[in-house]
């Protein structure tokens, strides 16, 4: 479970978070939406330790992780990754090294069964025979299924998704959602998504916090979001063509 | 108004922030060094990259400098020298100390460290920032790595390692440039007479060390620079160009301010 209490974080002038507060439960599936520069990604780095706030506390397991030493983080990091926007896949090394990195870190795998396990993720995202290419031939769908790859192959309890589906086509983007939602039903992991998209949110999620001026204007599921009496979830879900 | 006189705080605190940043990653990184085994094969990748691929250039450019520092040193001694012939002879042997003595304490380290700052220094920083722009270092981070013991102490250590190497590689490139141009260009003097007179400075192997310990601190100076600009790069492509600038123009005022201060210690 992840709980955020009072979750403050500025920069300089400019306040990005105002005293967040909510909780996710084990095995839910939510969905994190809001206009750009809103401070989406932010929250999400501050749950993996890669951020700290300026005030408020971040629990994971029931564990405060906000300013734990680099080895306390790293027990926390064993149980989350991170599949980031553009994948951030290490541009020095071939796919199945990327996928094999955090298995190699983290386990204590012989090389065998990393490689086995490595293969098994790569399958799972679609992608067995990529095995030997470089980030620099792949393309932008490919990428992220990689950064999927990298991000299952360690087995995690969450998954944090930084805009999975951006700047892909509708027929990769329903490609990249279905593939979100079987592995959250398959792995029974608790998956955050940051996104803009209304289909993702719509076909993957089971709840939607929606962030706007540091703050959430809206928590519950998606098909209730109509109702919102907010302005801007309404302007929102009207200029994603959803409304 | 207010931008006028605010500007010279902003100015300092921005400088003691960046002092501040370095000298704590710099810690970090010496820290880190107690993690070598785990990174043993980025330390070896890395003596590789700054040591190994390195040595061409380093050769090519002793052995050019060297070359000029001959004929300079031949130049000058034919136009205003006005000694009589029967001590030329003796006189010619200096020849080989001074442009020994040059190219060992100067020319080597000195042009060394430059072309290295072009070839590595820009390169850590421009790697190091596009990985922190394209989130790579995060995503590193997320996975339970420090990315400073995997990716600014290999480095490091790396050229701690592989710079007195390539300054010993540049001196004797160095002097064999300085042997070719010198007999080569004013004819009285012989190979034989320039090692005579290599031989007649006792200083020689003191000259080769205080290169070498120049060679260190150009070698720390232009890699824990070019980490700091790299680690700390923001403002995407730009800012990995701007990064790589400031590096190289920093690398090259530090060395010339070691190579001072290090000259008035040493020598």
Same mark, same amino acid.
């Given at each position: 479970?992840?709980?955020?209490?009072?979750?403050?974080?500025?920069?300089?002038?400019?306040?990005?978070?105002?005293?967040?507060?909510?909780?996710?439960?084990?095995?839910?599936?939510?969905?994190?939406?809001?206009?750009?520069?809103?401070?989406?990604?932010?929250?999400?780095?501050?749950?993996?330790?890669?951020?700290?706030?300026?005030?408020?506390?971040?629990?994971?397991?029931?564990?405060?992780?906000?300013?734990?030493?680099?080895?306390?983080?790293?027990?926390?990091?064993?149980?989350?990754?991170?599949?980031?926007?553009?994948?951030?896949?290490?541009?020095?090394?071939?796919?199945?090294?990327?996928?094999?990195?955090?298995?190699?870190?983290?386990?204590?795998?012989?090389?065998?069964?990393?490689?086995?396990?490595?293969?098994?993720?790569?399958?799972?995202?679609?992608?067995?025979?990529?095995?030997?290419?470089?980030?620099?031939?792949?393309?932008?769908?490919?990428?992220?299924?990689?950064?999927?790859?990298?991000?299952?192959?360690?087995?995690?309890?969450?998954?944090?998704?930084?805009?999975?589906?951006?700047?892909?086509?509708?027929?990769?983007?329903?490609?990249?959602?279905?593939?979100?939602?079987?592995?959250?039903?398959?792995?029974?992991?608790?998956?955050?998504?940051?996104?803009?998209?209304?289909?993702?949110?719509?076909?993957?999620?089971?709840?939607?916090?929606?962030?706007?001026?540091?703050?959430?204007?809206?928590?519950?599921?998606?098909?209730?979001?109509?109702?919102?009496?907010?302005?801007?979830?309404?302007?929102?879900?009207?200029?994603?063509?959803?409304? | 108004?207010?931008?006028?006189?605010?500007?010279?705080?902003?100015?300092?605190?921005?400088?003691?922030?960046?002092?501040?940043?370095?000298?704590?990653?710099?810690?970090?990184?010496?820290?880190?060094?107690?993690?070598?085994?785990?990174?043993?094969?980025?330390?070896?990748?890395?003596?590789?990259?700054?040591?190994?691929?390195?040595?061409?250039?380093?050769?090519?450019?002793?052995?050019?400098?060297?070359?000029?520092?001959?004929?300079?040193?031949?130049?000058?001694?034919? !136009?205003?020298? #006005?000694?009589?012939?029967? =001590? %030329? *002879?003796?006189?010619?042997?200096?020849?080989? @100390?001074?442009?020994?003595?040059?190219?060992?304490?100067?020319?080597?380290?000195?042009?060394?460290?430059?072309?290295?700052?072009?070839?590595?220094?820009?390169?850590?920083?421009?790697?190091?920032?596009?990985?922190?722009?394209?989130?790579?270092?995060?995503?590193?981070?997320?996975?339970?790595?420090?990315?400073?013991?995997?990716?600014?102490?290999?480095?490091?250590?790396?050229?701690?390692?592989?710079?007195?190497?390539? !300054?010993?590689? #540049?001196?004797?490139?160095? =002097? %064999? *440039?300085?042997?070719?141009?010198?007999?080569? @260009?004013?004819?009285?003097?012989?190979?034989?007479?320039?090692?005579?007179?290599?031989?007649?400075?006792?200083?020689?192997?003191?000259?080769?060390?205080?290169?070498?310990?120049?060679?260190?601190?150009?070698?720390?100076?232009?890699?824990?620079?070019?980490?700091?600009?790299?680690?700390?790069?923001?403002?995407?492509?730009?800012?990995?160009?701007?990064?790589?600038?400031?590096?190289?123009?920093?690398?090259?005022?530090? !060395?010339?301010?070691?190579?001072?201060?290090?000259?008035?210690?040493?020598?």
């Amino acid at each position: 479970m992840i709980k955020i209490k009072n979750l403050y974080k500025s920069f300089g002038d400019k306040e990005i978070l105002r005293n967040l507060n909510f909780s996710i439960e084990n095995e839910e599936c939510v969905s994190i939406i809001g206009k750009s520069g809103i401070g989406k990604s932010i929250l999400l780095k501050h749950l993996i330790g890669l951020m700290e706030p300026d005030s408020g506390e971040i629990h994971v397991n029931n564990k405060l992780i906000n300013n734990l030493t680099f080895k306390e983080l790293q027990k926390i990091r064993n149980k989350i990754s991170m599949v980031f926007q553009f994948g951030a896949l290490f541009d020095f090394m071939n796919v199945i090294e990327n996928v094999s990195l955090p298995l190699k870190k983290l386990t204590d795998f012989s090389n065998k069964e990393i490689e086995e396990y490595a293969k098994k993720s790569l399958i799972d995202v679609g992608l067995e025979g990529a095995e030997l290419m470089m980030p620099s031939e792949l393309s932008g769908g490919m990428k992220k299924r990689v950064g999927i790859a990298r991000a299952i192959s360690a087995k995690p309890e969450y998954i944090l998704y930084d805009e999975p589906t951006t700047g892909l086509d509708p027929i990769m983007t329903h490609s990249i959602n279905n593939l979100i939602k079987k592995i959250h039903n398959e792995e029974k992991l608790t998956s955050i998504i940051v996104t803009h998209e209304m289909k993702t949110v719509l076909n993957v999620s089971d709840r939607v916090l929606f962030l706007d001026e540091g703050i959430i204007k809206y928590d519950g599921p998606p098909s209730k979001m109509y109702n919102c009496k907010d302005k801007t979830v309404l302007e929102f879900l009207e200029v994603s063509g959803s409304l | 108004m207010i931008n006028f006189f605010k500007y010279p705080f902003d100015l300092f605190y921005s400088i003691v922030e960046g002092l501040g940043k370095f000298f704590s990653l710099i810690f970090f990184s010496l820290k880190a060094i107690s993690d070598w085994r785990e990174n043993l094969s980025n330390i070896l990748d890395q003596i590789i990259i700054i040591g190994l691929k390195s040595l061409p250039i380093v050769i090519f450019t002793s052995l050019f400098s060297g070359m000029v520092a001959g004929m300079q040193a031949t130049y000058q001694f034919d !136009i205003d020298t #006005g000694i009589p012939t029967n =001590l %030329l *002879g003796q006189t010619l042997r200096y020849l080989g @100390s001074v442009i020994g003595t040059s190219v060992l304490l100067e020319l080597s380290p000195m042009v060394t460290a430059l072309v290295m700052t072009g070839k590595i220094g820009a390169t850590i920083t421009a790697e190091i920032g596009t990985m922190r722009i394209t989130e790579q270092i995060d995503a590193l981070e997320s996975i339970s790595f420090n990315p400073i013991s995997y990716l600014i102490m290999p480095r490091i250590i790396a050229s701690l390692i592989m710079f007195p190497y390539l !300054i010993i590689v #540049g001196d004797i490139f160095g =002097l %064999l *440039g300085g042997l070719v141009a010198s007999t080569s @260009s004013y004819e009285p003097l012989t190979a034989t007479m320039f090692f005579d007179g290599l031989k007649m400075n006792t200083n020689l192997v003191n000259d080769c060390v205080v290169g070498v310990i120049k060679g260190l601190f150009f070698g720390f100076a232009i890699t824990s620079i070019a980490c700091y600009k790299g680690y700390y790069t923001e403002g995407g492509a730009e800012g990995v160009g701007k990064a790589t600038t400031y590096t190289v123009v920093a690398s090259c005022i530090s !060395i010339v301010l070691l190579d001072y201060i290090l000259a008035a210690i040493l020598l």
